[in-house]
């Protein structure tokens, strides 16, 4: 007999929230951006009271982008992009 999955449950969520290391090494500011990107992460996804079946990752930035402007590499996070 094969059995049909419930259609009432949805995947699991994975976000990823990347810190710039200016920021990562600061505990004071790391500590108010974790703080910040949960509450609105949480939000968005209708709850603001759990993060229950979403995977929240915070990753130190590794990805920069060269300023065709001033030729000097820019993180990812702080360029906006």
Do not use: H, W
């Not at 976000?15 to 108010?32: D, E, G, H």
């Not at 209708?46 to 990805?63: K, L, M, Q």
């Amino acid at each position: 007999m094969v059995s049909e999955k419930p259609t009432n449950i949805k995947a699991p969520r994975v976000v990823r929230v990347v810190i710039p290391a200016s920021v990562a090494n600061n505990m004071q500011q790391l500590q108010k951006a974790i703080n910040n990107s949960l509450v609105s992460i949480l939000g968005k996804y209708g709850c603001s009271g759990c993060c229950s079946g979403i995977d929240i990752y915070f990753a130190n930035e590794t990805e920069f982008v060269v300023n065709p402007e001033s030729l000097q590499p820019t993180g990812i996070a702080e360029a906006g992009m």
